[in-house]
């Protein structure tokens, strides 16, 4: 349920509203939209309340929220959701950002070469793995906080905001205190404890779809941090599970374009995990921009054969650089135009 303030409100009538919410063990939340002001109504709602709501001072009209999930709902929310980064990085509304980096930081030389040719090529936010979701207990796990600190450095030296996978609970601090964005992956998209604790950080949240997740449990899920009252939550289509083998998932190009539509919030593609072959991934980035995406996110390694974790879809500096001249030339070609690069970068 959605209360609709008149324009003429008074902050008074306005706290009435919330305090008869708190009264009835619901939640309000102010959402502050450009033509309209609006408190939804989180938790049990019942059909009298509305009637109750629409006839208190100041409120112009109680609707209904016909999806399950709420604040991450365009009924809610209408316009586009924009995410405000260091260095002037904007997420979301209309001009797409690329986030590029290893999958894994490895060392202090391989990250730096990563991300220095991210950096050269335009790319907006540097990510790095430093807490590994792997198969196998036997690979990789990632260097942990020591990796965190390398890639807050390296964010910090080149004017980048820094982004990196928040594994568990155990690192929520870690994760917080070093990245700018906190990724939850895959498997973690319904460790539904784990997207409160993100939530209640307050940093931005990255929030991969499961890959067996349907667009409503996604959308779901988002609902975990943003009634939190954080509202700086983009999502990331990563490919899902299908009968097909010949690639690792199956990108999900439709949700890409429903979800646009269904939610406010800033939807980034993956096609590095959703593809899983480097010669895949520029194909389907422009394809991702082509259909509304808000952003890219590519693993890009110096030495992809040499990679600790995903060399296969990993691209090298020098195909990243060709990926982000195609990537400009659509986006210009759509009306979309890749964002200005870091302000620190361009100022320098
Ligand atoms: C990653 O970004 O390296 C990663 C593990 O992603 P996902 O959760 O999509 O598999
Ligand atoms: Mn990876």
């Not at 335009?122 to 990789?140: M, Q, T, V």
Request: a negative charge.
């Amino acid at each position: 349920m959605i209360v609709v303030m008149t324009t003429s409100h008074t902050d008074a009538e306005r706290t009435a509203v919330f305090d008869r919410l708190k009264e009835l063990n619901l939640q309000g939340q102010a959402i502050t939209g450009i033509e309209r002001s609006v408190i939804a109504v989180l938790g049990q709602v019942f059909p009298e309340l509305r009637d109750e709501l629409s006839t208190m001072d100041g409120v112009d009209e109680v609707l209904r929220v016909s999806k399950p999930y709420k604040l991450s709902s365009r009924e809610v929310h209408e316009q586009d959701s924009v995410i405000g980064l260091q260095h002037g990085v904007q997420v979301g509304g209309g001009r797409p950002v690329v986030m590029a980096g290893p999958c894994s930081i490895e060392t202090e030389e391989q990250l730096w070469e990563s991300a220095s040719g991210v950096q050269k090529a335009g790319a907006h936010i540097l990510r790095g793995g430093a807490f590994k979701p792997r198969s196998s207990p036997y690979s990789f796990q990632g260097l942990g906080v020591e990796g965190l600190k390398m890639l807050a450095a390296a964010g910090s030296q080149l004017g980048m905001p820094v982004i990196t996978e928040l594994l568990s609970l155990r690192d929520v601090d870690a994760c917080a205190q070093y990245s700018d964005v906190l990724q939850i992956g895959t498997r973690n998209m319904q460790n539904f404890v784990l997207l409160s604790e993100a939530g209640k950080t307050g940093k931005a949240v990255m929030l991969k779809r499961g890959m067996g997740a349907t667009i409503e449990e996604w959308l779901l899920a988002a609902e975990y941090i943003l009634s939190e009252g954080n509202p700086n939550v983009m999502l990331c289509e990563r490919g899902i599970r299908t009968f097909e083998t010949a690639t690792r998932n199956t990108m999900d190009l439709n949700a890409i374009a429903l979800v646009k539509r269904l939610s406010h919030l800033p939807v980034i593609s993956d096609p590095s995990h959703g593809t899983g072959h480097w010669y895949l991934v520029q194909p389907m980035s422009l394809a991702s921009i082509a259909v509304g995406a808000d952003g890219l996110m590519i693993e890009v390694h110096p030495n992809p054969d040499h990679a600790l974790s995903d060399g296969a879809q990993s691209l090298t500096p020098a195909n990243f650089q060709q990926l982000m001249d195609g990537v400009s030339s659509l986006g210009d070609a759509v009306g979309r135009p890749v964002a200005e690069r870091p302000q620190a970068v361009a100022q320098s």
